[in-house]
T-cell receptor
């Protein structure tokens, strides 16, 4: 089944403790992206990647890191999480660029205490 | 910054009625997409309309695009309880990789 898999689904952590949210897609998609969703603000793009070793900042990249060492994986790294990063996070992928149909993961609800 | 903004923010209708929501955007676009989100889950793509298209249909969905007014509408005909969800428009303004989403319209369909 074609899908984007995010883990974990829920995560509670404390300020400053490094964490990684994993994302994997099995559709051989070139493009992958991370979004955060906050009430009333819709989805805001954090980082995106056009292909292996090619990443770029979205609208809200501060406090986040990404890497794209393999085509299928695009982990999101919070090296020193803060409470303002408490949010619902989504990974998405598409065959081509960001203007094409996106396939989304199920989301990761992160709480930073 | 949000490119697309949906209106209304919330919509409550009964089964069988039609639901209409609008999306306005600020800059020229290559295409506009609509997505559905059920209760905090991942978004699901509904339909994509390109800037040179004026109307598109998919099942009970009808999307229009008016580039002169920089607006789009999504019509769901004969609504069902299963249509209860949040609906988002997303615009591709040509900045490669940057698909921008609005804040969404929350639709509740009561039996």
């Amino acid at each position: 089944e074609a899908q984007v898999t995010q883990n974990p689904r829920y995560l509670i952590t404390v300020t400053g403790k490094k964490l990684t949210v994993t994302c994997s897609q099995n559709m051989n998609h070139e493009y992958m992206s991370w979004y955060r969703q906050d009430p009333g603000l819709g989805l805001r793009q954090i980082y995106y990647s056009m292909n292996v070793e090619v990443t770029d900042k979205g609208d809200v990249p501060e406090g986040y890191k990404v890497s794209r060492k393999e085509k299928r994986n695009f982990p999101l790294i919070l090296e020193s999480p803060s409470p303002n990063q408490t949010s619902l996070y989504f990974c998405a992928s598409s065959l081509g660029g960001g203007g094409e149909k996106l396939f989304f993961g199920s989301g990761t609800q992160l709480s930073v205490l | 910054s949000q490119q697309g903004e949906e209106d209304p923010q919330a919509l409550s209708i009964q089964e069988g009625e039609n639901a209409t929501m609008n999306c306005s955007y600020k800059t020229s676009i290559n295409n506009l997409q609509w997505y559905r989100q059920n209760s905090g889950r991942g978004l699901v793509h509904l339909i994509l309309i390109r800037s040179n298209e004026r109307e598109k249909h998919s099942g009970r969905l009808r999307v229009t695009l008016d580039t002169s007014k920089k607006s789009s509408s999504l019509l769901i005909t004969a609504s069902r309880a299963a249509d209860t969800a949040s609906y988002f428009c997303a615009t591709d303004a040509g900045s490669w990789g940057k698909l921008q989403f609005g804040a969404g319209t929350q639709v509740v369909v009561t039996p």
